[in-house]
């Protein structure tokens, strides 16, 4: 399987901290991508980073991939409450004449609180 | 439009019937995608259509049954599930094929099997 492992599980912070939360994989992929649920509800696309990408940038998020040791880290800087929700990092894959998949890892539960 | 839009939001049904669950998006999309997530994990795919046609089916019960009428609707079609098929099913779509882009999801539709 795919799925990676997120680290932390859970993460609390204040608002104004940063979060930071780990992911790591087992196969080659073309991109991860990270995307944030709420309440158990749709999942909302954050940001995506292709696999000869290192570091990208967008708003208060900054995503760093190393591919060598098969991990990413998702960053956001002065939280805010609104921030609350799971995290889930997703890697992608094209699969030749089948078109691909997305498989998501565990997820970091973030609690930020006001 | 740049959303995906999932009906019902919430089923009930038994075990002896025969429901369906829709999915539409109109931004022109031409890959599909139904993912199934119980609580506190994370979603696993289920099916990808890319330019309609089943191109991936991840070992899901034949009680599940997908359908992909045009390029902007995707099905699925339930019989005969059982309690533990409650979870919260939710579509998504990218425009290329799976894996090379984010994805856009819909808000779910959260099935209770009785």
């Known amino acids: 399987s795919q799925q990676g492992e997120e680290d932390p599980q859970a993460l609390s912070i204040q608002e104004g901290e940063n979060a930071t939360m780990n992911c790591s994989y087992k196969t080659s992929i073309n991109n991860l991508q990270w995307y944030r649920q709420n309440s158990g509800r749709g999942l909302v696309h954050l940001i995506l980073i292709r696999s000869n990408e290192r570091e990208k940038h967008s708003g208060r998020l900054r995503v760093t991939l190393d591919t060598s040791k098969k991990s990413s880290s998702l960053l956001i800087t002065a939280s805010r409450a609104a921030d609350t929700a799971s995290y889930f990092c997703?890697?992608?894959?094209?699969?030749?004449?089948?078109?691909?998949?997305?498989?998501f890892g565990q997820g970091t539960e973030l609690s930020v609180k006001p | 439009d740049t959303e995906v839009t999932q009906t019902p939001k919430h089923l009930v049904m038994g075990m002896t019937n025969k429901k369906s669950l829709k999915c539409e998006q109109h931004?022109?999309?031409?890959?599909m995608y139904w993912y199934k997530q119980k609580a506190k994990k994370p979603p696993e795919l289920m099916f990808v259509?890319?330019?309609?046609?089943?191109?991936i089916n991840e070992s899901v019960p034949s009680r599940f049954s997908p359908e992909c009428p045009n390029s902007s609707l995707l099905n699925l079609h339930l019989h005969a599930l059982q309690p533990e098929d409650s979870a919260l099913y939710l579509c998504a779509s990218s425009q290329g094929p799976g894996g090379l882009g984010g994805y856009t999801f819909g808000s779910g539709t959260r099935l209770t099997v009785v």
């Open positions: 997703a890697t992608g894959l094209a699969i030749y004449n089948q078109g691909g998949k997305l498989i």
């Open positions: 259509y890319s330019y309609e046609k089943l191109s």
């Open positions: 931004m022109g999309h031409r890959a």
